[in-house]
């Protein structure tokens, strides 16, 4: 694994912002990027109950991890500047450090698995499918792939086929900040 993103994030993760646009990486954005809307966009698209049981992989600073106050939430992260900086600002949540692709919970842990804008920080695609096997395997009901590109923005992302995901068996919405943007997308796939 390149260490390029991981460098990225943990150097935000050890300094002083608290913003958590810059900290979880949406801070280019030129839209509006609000974690209530995104919430909502998220909860409707995973089909989310109130108690149900959620992992977000990838979870960040936080910005997505504080709606889901009516959920049995858990996060991981693989930096761990950016897990200290998400218990200092968030004590409450229950989260970790872990790689994506080796997620240290029991097979059918989780009643829903998502990550959201994760994918084209990935060093490869034989890591994105060993990151969709484990979110698989510890999700009894919902595996959600957030934020997905079919383009790269730039040269160090990655961007999996969405052919791959077809074949995977996977279904397929709108990005839920900017419906009209033909290059990303969500992913959804029923355990």
Not at 163 to 182: I, K, R, T, W
Request: charged share 25%.
């Amino acid at each position: 694994m390149t260490n390029f993103w991981k460098n990225v994030w943990d150097k935000k993760g050890l300094g002083d912002s608290t913003d958590l646009l810059y900290l979880d990486g949406y801070e280019h954005l030129d839209i509006p990027f609000k974690s209530p809307d995104i919430f909502k966009s998220l909860s409707s698209l995973m089909g989310l109950k109130k108690g149900d049981s959620i992992l977000e992989v990838g979870c960040g600073c936080g910005f997505l991890a504080r709606e889901f106050k009516e959920y049995n939430y858990v996060g991981v992260d693989y930096s761990e500047p950016i897990i200290a900086k998400h218990r200092k600002m968030f004590s409450n949540h229950a989260v970790s450090v872990s790689e994506a692709k080796v997620l240290s919970f029991p097979d059918s842990s989780f009643d829903k698995v998502f990550c959201f804008g994760l994918f084209q920080y990935l060093p490869s695609l034989s890591y994105a499918e060993e990151v969709i096997e484990e979110m698989k395997r510890v999700s009894k009901e919902i595996v959600f792939l957030g934020d997905l590109k079919d383009t790269a923005t730039r040269s160090e992302h990655l961007v999996y086929p969405k052919e791959s995901l077809v074949e995977g068996g996977f279904s397929f919405s709108n990005c839920v900040y900017d419906a009209g943007d033909p290059h990303r997308y969500n992913a959804l796939f029923e355990v």
